[in-house]
């Protein structure tokens, strides 16, 4: 069971890291954005970081973007 749900998770990851780097870029008219598991390994407890780079701006882990910039 643990082995289909890490596979199904795993797989659902993927599609929707490839949408959100899409949509990103579309709504800020450039920059770019990832989405990374913290632990690749431990698939069934991991966290998920959100990167983000918005035009003009170094790449960066969202939470230490500015409130500004986070909205």
Partial sequence: M????R???LESFRAIRAEFQKVF???FEG???DLTLMDE???LDTGIEIIAQPPGKKLQVLSLL???ERA
């Fill in 25 to 27: 870029a579309e709504l």
């Fill in 7 to 9: 596979t199904h998770f």
């Fill in 41 to 43: 390994e431990n698939l």
């Fill in 31 to 33: 920059g770019r954005a």
């Fill in 2 to 5: 643990d082995r289909r749900i």
């Fill in 66 to 68: 500015s409130g500004g």
